[in-house]
């Protein structure tokens, strides 16, 4: 099945700094989502990529549909503390009628004040 | 509903019994998924829904897992003779039609098997 590798697995920030992080996969996708979980909650949407070279924003967060359609990235800007929380790839593959997404095992962002 | 809405919670429950999560989705969606999240992991896809028939079931792990859903809304998932690696947080998500891929998911019902 499809492979998606998303770095850096945690990071330590200072309150202020910019952030980024990023998904590679084995094989392409049609979409690229991001999502934000809070403990104890269920993921949230941030931010959708439809378009191979697609940039899009979301406030503070900028996030990159890369143009091979295997790779994306998202950035925060201007960390703040609630940005803590662990954040999510997730891309899917319209090919064979398939409606899953293939997950990240997420980057967990702390943000020092 | 406003949102997706999962229950239990919680659920603690021994070894070798029967479970039933259920999910609530928000109106309209016609499309509905459940996802397992391992602590530590990405989360791992178990079944989708377009309507009441279910078009993918390829996640399920085990014939031990199965899910239902009535009435294009309400769905459970059922765990038979629970194992003690079925411990996760099991999360539900729906979207508006089967070709939206912006699925919204509940808070999860985080299932213990001691």
């Known amino acids: 099945g499809q492979q998606l590798n998303q770095s850096p697995q945690s990071m330590f920030i200072q309150e202020g700094e910019d952030v980024s992080m990023n998904c590679t996969s084995s094989?392409?996708?049609?979409?690229w989502l991001w999502y934000k979980q809070d403990p104890g909650e269920g993921p949230v949407l941030l931010i959708a990529l439809y378009k191979a070279g697609e940039l899009t924003s979301n406030g503070r967060l900028t996030a990159q549909f890369g143009i091979t359609r295997k790779d994306s990235f998202l950035n925060i800007s201007a960390s703040i503390p609630s940005d803590v929380g662990i954040y999510f790839c997730a891309g899917h593959y319209s090919g064979a009628g398939s409606y899953q997404l293939t997950f990240g095992k997420g980057t967990k962002l702390s943000v020092i004040p | 509903g406003a949102g997706v809405s999962q229950s239990p919670s919680n659920k603690v429950t021994e070894k070798g019994k029967d479970v039933e999560l259920r999910c609530d989705p928000i109106?309209?969606?016609?499309?509905l998924y459940w996802y397992r999240q391992s602590l530590g992991q990405g989360l791992e896809f178990l079944i989708y829904?377009?309507?009441?028939?279910?078009?993918?079931k390829s996640g399920l792990p085990s014939d031990r897992f199965s899910a239902e859903r009535t009435g294009g809304s309400v769905s459970t998932l059922t765990i038979q003779r629970t194992q003690q690696e079925d411990s996760a947080v099991y999360l539900c998500?729906?979207?508006?039609?089967?070709?939206?891929?912006?699925?919204?998911f509940g808070q999860g019902t985080r299932l213990t098997v001691v």
């Open positions: 998500a729906s979207s508006f039609t089967r070709g939206n891929t912006e699925a919204f």
């Open positions: 109106s309209g969606h016609t499309a």
């Open positions: 829904f377009q309507g009441n028939s279910a078009p993918d």
């Open positions: 094989s392409i996708f049609n979409t």
